[in-house]
């Protein structure tokens, strides 16, 4: 079966970085558009950064611009969320996606999910 298995959350300060990792497995990973999405409790996922199938292009939501980074390492089935300069307001779950679209920036697009890892910034 598909999995996608995300790590790398925590608890962290606001100003601090994260790193996340998400590596998949049972499916075609050089042919999904992949992306990151996030969710508080009680409130809908939310897009938070999509990259195209070969790395070429990258889309961020307003609200990480210049503070997030997405990339992906095809031969080891991996995308990465670089986050810097962490608020408060970046406090959620965040999930790794697999669509089979070129840009995965909705969730309707999404065909398969990761289970999740918490990220809190608090001071």
């Known amino acids: 079966q598909v999995q996608l298995v995300e790590s790398g959350g925590g608890l962290v300060q606001p100003g601090d970085s994260l790193r996340l990792s998400c590596t998949a497995s049972?499916?075609?990973?050089?042919?999904?558009?992949m992306g990151w999405f996030r969710q508080v409790l009680g409130t809908e996922r939310e897009f938070v950064a999509a990259?195209?199938?070969?790395?070429?292009?990258?889309y961020y939501a307003d609200s990480v611009k210049g503070r997030f980074t997405i990339s992906r390492d095809n031969g080891r089935n991996t995308i990465y969320l670089q986050m810097n300069r962490l608020k408060p307001e970046d406090t959620a779950v965040y999930y790794c996606?697999?669509?089979?679209?070129?840009?995965?920036?909705?969730?309707?697009?999404?065909?398969?999910w990761g289970q999740g890892t918490q990220v809190t910034v608090s001071s």
């Open positions: 049972g499916l075609a990973f050089s042919t999904y558009g």
């Open positions: 990259i195209t199938v070969s790395g070429g292009g990258t």
């Open positions: 996606a697999a669509s089979l679209y070129t840009l995965a920036t909705t969730p309707d697009v999404v065909s398969y």
